[in-house]
């Protein structure tokens, strides 16, 4: 997908590989309103290499979402150039139907990509038992914690085999013990199934935990104003001095 304006540990079940990632060059998007023009992005420029991943963090307003609709073609700039590889959006929200079984909210990416109730479910039981969720194939929604429903719609993001993931404050809905696990899960499933990641998030500390480089955001309208390479091993120590160090210098950067 290209938009240009000018003017106003196991083995994978998918590989993103070549291509190009993503691309923002000097980006502007803004809204009309009845107060007049909302600019939430101005001069934003952004590179995330194919199977890379990068965590966004800014303050409230910056515009992080607003990036990642234009990732995945919801949006076009005002002006400015966005390219990226085909993305899907996992939103704040699970969004899971209610009265389907947690199977088959995963698996309604591929049967929207075609496939049989059967070809859906077989698809979507592989990435199940990978996701801790054995056992639950039959449960609804409301019969699933917190933690339960983001693993089942990060399955059906999986699901929809796109190389690009555009994560929105995944876990942002959690509460904060539910939360550090469910990032070493994601960090987890990522090694298994890597992705070209777009991550959008307001804890510095997840960012770090996650991602492969941190791009901080400035206040509306959002542009780029600080990248942070974090170039440790994994799986990531939120203890490490090395993390507690580059913690401080995002937070200052803030």
């Not at 290209?2 to 502007?28: I, K, N, S, Y």
């Not at 690009?164 to 809905?173: N, T, Y």
């Not at 990032?183 to 960012?207: G, I």
């Amino acid at each position: 997908m290209q938009t240009r304006l000018e003017a106003p540990a196991e083995e994978p079940l998918f590989v993103a590989t070549g291509g190009e990632g993503v691309r923002l060059e000097d980006v502007r998007r803004s809204y009309r309103g009845r107060r007049g023009e909302l600019c939430a992005l101005a001069g934003l420029t952004l590179q995330v290499a194919p199977g890379e991943v990068v965590a966004v963090v800014g303050p409230s307003g910056c515009g992080k979402s607003t990036l990642l609709e234009l990732v995945c073609g919801l949006q076009a700039p005002d002006a400015g150039i966005c390219v990226a590889d085909p993305a899907v959006l996992m939103p704040q929200r699970d969004l899971l139907l209610p009265w389907l079984g947690a199977l088959d909210n995963a698996a309604l990416a591929l049967r929207l990509s075609g496939g049989s109730r059967r070809e859906a479910r077989r698809g979507a039981s592989e990435l199940f038992e990978r996701a801790g969720l054995r056992d639950f194939e039959r449960a609804h929604p409301h019969e699933l914690s917190g933690g339960m429903r983001q693993r089942v719609a990060f399955v059906r993001t999986l699901l929809a085999a796109k190389p690009v993931l555009a994560l929105d404050e995944p876990f942002g809905s959690l509460d904060t013990l539910t939360r550090e696990r469910m990032q070493s899960w994601l960090a987890e499933m990522l090694l298994a199934e890597p992705r070209t990641v777009l991550l959008v998030t307001h804890d510095v500390e997840e960012a770090l935990v996650l991602a492969d480089r941190v791009a901080l955001l400035s206040p509306r309208p959002g542009r780029v104003i600080f990248e942070l390479a974090v170039d440790l091993p994994r799986p990531r120590i939120r203890t490490d001095p090395l993390l507690v160090a580059l913690r401080a210098r995002a937070l200052e950067a803030l």
